[in-house]
């Protein structure tokens, strides 16, 4: 297993604060209730809301997605709920990474069944080769190839969200 820097600290936090910028102007005026995707999206969701110059509220949600390995099935459960109703608020959910596109696809369905006055994603990273759902990604930190990351709140079998920027990890056992 190696692990090869592919986004240092000073990239991601420039990143962030530009998206955290365009939040602060598309809604200014608004309440928003943010809402990170446990647990990959935790770095960068408490990293994006000390960006963010609006009145934010932080509400999270917890998902399990069955699949095969690294595979996600688009079979999501939802382990933790929001601990407040979302009706008539505006929403930003942030995912950490957006690979086939379906956690997000099951959510977005999931969320606007609860009647939010808006609901908008952001999301860290999106790997658009992998795509099996097209999601809008309203807010998008950087698009990477079709490889494993981790770092910044993303896991290898639980390792490695302590990264403070991101990596791709490689099996080099063969
Ligand atoms: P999707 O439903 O296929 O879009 O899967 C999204 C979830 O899979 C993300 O929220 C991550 O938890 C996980 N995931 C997908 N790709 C990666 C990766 O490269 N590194 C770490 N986690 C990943």
Redesign the pocket.
Known sequence: MAIKPLIDASTIAQRVAALGADITRDYAGKDIVVVP?LK?SYVFAADLVRQIDLSVEVDFLGVR?YGDGQE?SGVVQITTDLSHPIQGKHVILV??????????AYLRENLVTRQPASLKIASLLH?PARTRVPVGIDYLGFTVEDV???GYG??HAQKFRNLPYLAIITDDSH
């Open positions: 995707v990959g997605s996600s995912e950490d990474i957006v690979d086939t596109g379906l956690t997000v790997k494993f990351i981790v993303l896991d």
